[in-house]
Every structure is written in C-alpha cells, then in structure tokens.
C-alpha cells in the first residue's frame, strides 16, 4: 500500500478543491458532463474524502448517507498519474473505517470496473428480490 507520507486524506470539504474535484471526474464515465455547481453542491451534502498530497488533489470518493442506516458511496476516482498505487485501497479502509459510517444496514455502490477493490472490503453483488429501481 502507498505510504507515501505526503499523502493524506481529509474529510473537511474546505480542502476539497472543486475545480480540481472536476478535473478529476471529467475522465469518468459516469460524471464527465457534471457541472461545476451540481459538483459543488454534491461535495456540501455529503461526505467527502479527498486524497491530498500536498494541496493537490489525487483522489476523490464522495458518500451519500444519513449516517445512521445507509450509505451510497459514489464519484470515487484516483488521478491517473496516481493509479496503481493501491491508493484505492488506502481511500476505502479509510471511508469504512469513518465513525459516521459505523453500524450501518447497508452501503451500496455501483460499479462496471473495480469490482475487485470493493469485494477487497467485504462488498458483495447484491441478491434477494429486491428490484433495482431509479426514476430519472
């Protein structure tokens, strides 16, 4: 794992740069045409995680949650100057590790392609009856 002692990851969102925050995701497949303000807002209601090393943001994972019975982790991209670090690894014992995350019945996520880093941290596809359902 990085132990890079530059790095560090923070949860105050005053550290989170937003523009930088974009930058990031503009290479994602599932945020590249979000808006700086929808991004902004987005940072302002959830909880946040950004991998700092220095001032400069190297990775980002955002969670959707009411801190008591679910949470949905979301936007969670490393640089691609960073990748292959396992600092993936290190952002999501730390997000699963957060005292506001504790005792929770369920956090989800969605994913098309780090499948492996998630099951890592004990996640499964879901099962049971339950239908996926979204209204866009």
């Known amino acids: 794992m990085n132990s890079d002692p530059d790095l560090t990851i923070t949860t105050d969102p005053a550290r989170i740069d937003v523009d930088a925050a974009l930058a990031l995701l503009r290479d994602t497949y599932w945020a590249a045409a979000m808006t700086r303000d929808t991004l902004a807002k987005a940072i302002a209601h959830s909880l946040c995680f950004g ?3 220095g001032d400069t943001l190297v990775g980002l994972a955002r969670v959707v949650t009411d801190r008591a019975t679910f949470a949905y982790l979301t936007d969670v991209v490393i640089a691609p100057s960073w990748r ?3 600092l993936g690894h290190r952002l999501m014992g730390e997000i699963l590790a957060h005292p506001d995350l504790q005792g929770l019945r369920r ?3 969605f994913t098309s392609d780090a499948i492996k880093l998630y099951e890592d941290f004990g996640f499964t596809v879901g099962h049971g009856s339950l239908t ?5």
């Open 51 to 53: 991998i700092l090393r």
């Open 84 to 86: 292959g670090q396992r």
């Open 107 to 109: 956090f989800a996520l």
């Open 132 to 136: 996926y359902m979204e209204r866009r």
